[in-house]
T-cell receptor, first 115, second 116 residues
Framework: GAVVSQHPSWVICKSGTSVKIECRSL??????MFWYRQFPKQSLMLMAT?????????EQGVEKDKFLINHASLTLSTLTVTSAHPEDSSFYIC???????????FGPGTRLTVL | AQSVTQLDSQVPVFEEAPVELRCNYS??????LFWYVQYPNQGLQLLLK??????LVKGINGFEAEFNKSQTSFHLRKPSVHISDTAEYFC??????????????FGKGTLLTVNP
């Protein structure tokens, strides 16, 4: 199957700093990438959808100025958590989809802890 | 809009026993259906998918699922589970098509715990 990587796999930062998470599709072109957030023992919550070269579409209740998403190429999307606070601590997962596969392939996730 | 209901939040079974994880969906349009597995502290791995054709689909690790349109169900089964199958399982649906239509709607997940 198609492979999606995320970097870093975990990050600890101080409150008020910004953190960037990278999501890469390694062996396919992801025309659409998705960013999810997952709280412990809960399902995935879609944060935003991005198409290469376009602005991301955010789900209701997600602050677009806080969670900056860039999808500059068909293989790379980034999520920047700006001015992070402890309540932003979570597991962030990206996925990519492309072509006619009609399938999302997920990255391994990034655990963010804000102190 | 679509919704997915996973009827069991936790399913404990003994090793080598059969298991069925239940999933029902609601949608005003046709959908594609998926089962994903998530091991602790990891992302999601695709187990199997139904897009069209045969209603019985086989996936990885010995899992299979059957699409039942009249009952709007897509239950996941395995005839004999292993300890290594212990994980969280998510059922998901998406409308056909591309682009933003790839958006998945997930169920809340079922924690399968296989005991020795």
């Amino acid at each position: 199957g198609a492979v999606v990587s995320q970097h870093p796999s975990w990050v600890i930062c101080k409150s008020g700093t910004s953190v960037k998470i990278e999501c890469r599709s390694l062996d396919f072109q992801a025309t659409t990438m998705f960013w999810y957030r997952q709280f412990p023992k809960q399902s995935l919550m879609l944060m935003a959808t991005s198409n290469e070269g376009s602005k991301a579409t955010y789900e209701q209740g997600v602050e677009k100025d806080k969670f900056l998403i860039n999808h500059a190429s068909l293989t790379l999307s980034t999520l920047t958590v700006t001015s992070a606070h402890p309540e932003d601590s979570s597991f962030y997962i990206c996925s990519g989809a492309g072509g006619r596969a009609n399938v999302q392939f997920f990255g391994p996730g990034t655990r963010l802890t804000v102190l | 809009a679509q919704s997915v209901t996973q009827l069991d939040s936790q399913v404990p079974v003994f090793e080598e026993a059969p298991v069925e994880l239940r999933c029902n969906y609601s949608s005003s349009v046709s959908v594609y259906l998926f089962w994903y597995v998530q091991y602790p502290n990891q992302g999601l791995q695709l187990l199997l998918k139904y897009l069209s054709g045969s209603t019985l689909v086989k996936g990885i690790n010995g899992f299979e699922a059957e699409f039942n349109k009249s009952q709007t169900s897509f239950h996941l089964r395995k005839p004999s589970v292993h300890i290594s199958d212990t994980a969280e399982y998510f059922c998901a649906v998406t409308p056909p098509g591309g682009g933003s239509n790839y958006k998945l709607t997930f169920g809340k997940g079922t924690l399968l715990t296989v005991n020795p």
